[in-house]
């Protein structure tokens, strides 16, 4: 410092750290960057996040189909197999789009790697748009992998395809959405294996995915009618035979409701640093 110049010294005096990037908009390159990051993230273990969920799926198809088949009548005019193939490939959408989301953000939390994604320049709609939609690419592509697998168990013909493509899109949506809100919450795996265990496989296999719903006695039939996974499932499988159990009117404005209103919990989770801040 003795052997600075004045002038030098004065520049130093008066420095001002580079102010940080701003983005006007919406941050495309960070958000793609978080888009691919969770792509990546279940692409790398592609035996267990897509081939896993495969086989769980044509297990079900052997034990339904080919083991008890034979002794099960058609339901509502369609082969057993036909009826049971939708629900179980929504059923791998469904639980594949809450898993990506879900561990990823409780796997950053429990490894002190939530600075990876909360100091990039990202808004909370940027963070929820990545994860969310990160979810719902790994839920669609598993789903389509299982549509492929069960062909040769069962014949599904594709009656509505505006249906099959908007109750897959939304669920697969939905749960991601699902998933990011019980990743930020949970605390330790034990956290999230009861929501599992105790929110998402109850209501899907209480939705008639391998069952017609009107065979349920009360309150069992009026109850699931409250279940969203139910109108899910039924409007999937009506994309495909061409059948629904309930009002597929209901189902889409109640399957967009919740949409909205999850992406609204996970903006503010964001926005408020809900256990990433503390």
């Known amino acids: 410092m003795n052997d600075m110049s004045p002038v030098r010294a004065a520049e130093i005096a008066t420095a001002t750290p580079p102010a940080p990037r701003a983005y006007h908009g919406f941050n495309w390159p960070g958000f793609r960057t978080l888009y691919l990051r969770e792509v990546k993230r279940f692409w790398k273990v592609g035996t267990q996040t897509l081939g896993a969920p ?93 549509w492929i697998a069960v062909l040769p168990f069962a014949s599904l013909p594709l009656t509505h395809l505006w249906a099959v493509l908007y109750f897959a899109g939304v669920a697969s949506m939905i749960l991601g959405l699902l998933g990011i809100m019980a990743g930020l919450w949970a605390e330790k795996f034990d956290h999230m294996a009861a929501v599992t265990n105790f929110v998402i496989m109850p209501m899907t296999f209480l939705s008639g995915t391998f069952y017609l719903v009107e065979r349920l006695p009360e309150p069992f039939r009026t109850a699931s009618h409250f279940n969203p996974f139910f109108y899910l499932i039924d409007g999937f499988r009506y994309g495909f035979i061409g059948q629904a159990e309930g009002s597929l009117l209901t189902g889409v404005g109640m399957t967009a409701g919740i949409a ?19």
């Open 54 to 146: 495969v086989v769980t799926s044509l297990l079900y198809m052997m034990v339904f189909v080919v083991a008890v088949g034979g002794a099960r009548p058609d339901v509502g005019g369609v082969a057993f197999a036909t009826f049971i193939a939708p629900g179980l490939i929504m059923m791998t959408i469904l639980n594949n789009a809450f898993a990506n989301s879900s561990s990823s953000l409780l796997q950053a939390k429990v490894n002190g790697l939530v600075g990876d994604f909360m100091t990039p320049p990202l808004t909370p709609l940027e963070h929820v748009a990545g994860f969310a939609l990160g979810a719902a690419t790994r839920g669609l592509l598993v789903g389509a992998v299982t």
């Open 260 to 278: 909205i209103a999850f992406a609204c919990v996970c903006l503010w989770m964001f926005e408020s640093g809900y256990k990433l801040k503390t």
